[in-house]
Structures are given as C-alpha cells and as structure tokens.
C-alpha cells in the first residue's frame, strides 16, 4: 500500500504568492483531513471531508485559506494570498469509514512564507 | 466540550526501563481512543486503539495502553524502553460534538536515555 502521498515536501515562497499542496488519500479511503503543525500550536485540524464532501471546515483559520476535493483520490489545500504566520507543517490524512478507523497520515508539506 | 490532555510535556526514561505517557480525555458518549507516534520529519504513525472490550490494548512495537473509564484515562506503556522509542506521542479521541471529530493532545516528548 502506498499511504498517503503529498506534494511537495518543502515549499518555500514570498509572502503573497498563493500555495496549494496536494493530498493523495489511501485508496478505499473515503474520510480526508488536512491538520497543521506549529511548535506553538501544536496539531490543528482545518478540515475534513467524507466521500468528497467537506463536513467540518471549522478549523480552517481565515478565507485565505480554501480546500477541495474534486474526486477520491485527490485534494487540494490553498492559501492565496499566503502569508509568513501560514509556515508550518501541513498534513493530509486519510481513514476508512467507521467510528473506529484510524487514521494514516502522509509525511506532510514543509511550507515557509518569506 | 470534547478534549483530550497530555500533562507532561517530556518524559524521560533509561533504556530497559518501563515507560508510561499519560493521557486523560473528555467526550460525551463511548470514547474512541487512539495512540500515535511522531519521528522527525514524519508524519503520525497509528499505534494502538481501543473501541470497546479488554481494558488492556495492544498495538505495535511492543506498546500497550489501559483504558480506565472511572479515571477516564487512556495511558501508554511500554515493560522496556529502547532508545529508538524516543519520538513524539499524541493520545487521540474521537467524539461526537456536531461532527465526529478527531481531538489531539498536545503531544508528549519521550526521551529513553542510554
């Protein structure tokens, strides 16, 4: 099994520009979060789907910030325009259904905002 | 509310020591709990979980936790601690609050010193 793939690992760009990472969810999977990572805040759930459709997106800090999931096997998060307080660690992850599923993280994405 | 407490910030052990990483939760309704584990640069690896049942889980790498309804504490340990057990730990809950969510800890330091 693959897991969960995410693109890229590092990114690093200038304030202002709009950054989209991208989630690859394990096959037959059909739940999707994306957490961010700070040292001062620790994990933070922005958003999940369930069968491609967000169902809490309470997390998600600003309109800056914008998810999609246009099929199973792909989504997007995107923050247009980024800002240095974005730069964290972002992680997507996926669960199969039911209550007791855990869920399998992908490695995350390294985002610095210069 | 829904929440889930990690009181130590770092643990330290000596290697062949028995460890524990303490977590305490608040849900409504039946908890499903969950242990991950963090190596640097990695993303969260699940490691255990209890649903229903024995009050005792056992998960990878030689990792067990009680759960404890009237203390309402899911505690992790381990009966020796190796050095390559130094990592991050989050303790996990998953409730009902509107939407089944997923609440982390804050996360748990385990250094296994030499």
């Known amino acids: 099994d693959a897991g969960v793939i995410q693109s890229p690992r590092h990114e690093v760009t200038e304030m202002g520009q709009e950054v989209t990472l991208r989630c690859k969810p394990i096959?037959?999977?059909?739940?999707l979060f994306w957490y961010r990572q700070t040292m001062m805040r620790g994990l933070e759930l922005l958003i999940y789907?369930?069968?491609?459709?967000?169902?809490?997106d309470s997390g998600m800090p600003e309109d800056r910030f914008s998810a999609k999931m246009p099929n199973a096997s792909f989504s997007t998060l995107k923050i247009q325009p980024s800002e240095p307080r974005d730069s964290a660690v972002y992680f997507c992850?996926?669960?199969?259904?039911?209550?007791?599923?855990?869920?399998?993280f992908g490695d995350g994405t390294r985002l610095s905002i210069l | 509310a829904q929440s889930v407490a990690q009181p130590e910030d770092q643990v330290n052990v000596a290697e062949g020591n028995p460890l524990t990483v303490k977590c305490t939760y608040s849900?409504?309704?039946?908890?499903?709990l969950f242990w991950y584990v963090q190596y640097p640069n990695r993303g969260l690896q699940f490691l255990l979980k209890?649903?229903?049942?024995?009050?005792l889980v056992k998960g990878s790498y030689g990792f067990e936790a009680e759960f404890n309804k009237s203390q309402t504490s899911f505690h992790l340990k381990k009966p020796s601690a190796l050095v390559s057990d130094s990592a991050l730990y989050f303790c996990?809950?998953?409730?009902?609050?509107?939407?089944?969510?997923?609440?982390f800890g804050t996360g748990t330091r385990l250094k296994v010193l030499a």
């Open positions: 992850a996926s669960s199969p259904s039911g209550q007791g599923q855990p869920q399998h």
């Open positions: 096959s037959g999977h059909n739940s």
């Open positions: 789907f369930n069968n491609n459709v967000p169902i809490d």
């Open positions: 849900v409504s309704g039946n908890p499903y």
């Open positions: 209890y649903i229903t049942g024995d009050n």
């Open positions: 996990a809950v998953r409730g009902y609050s509107g939407t089944y969510k997923y609440i």
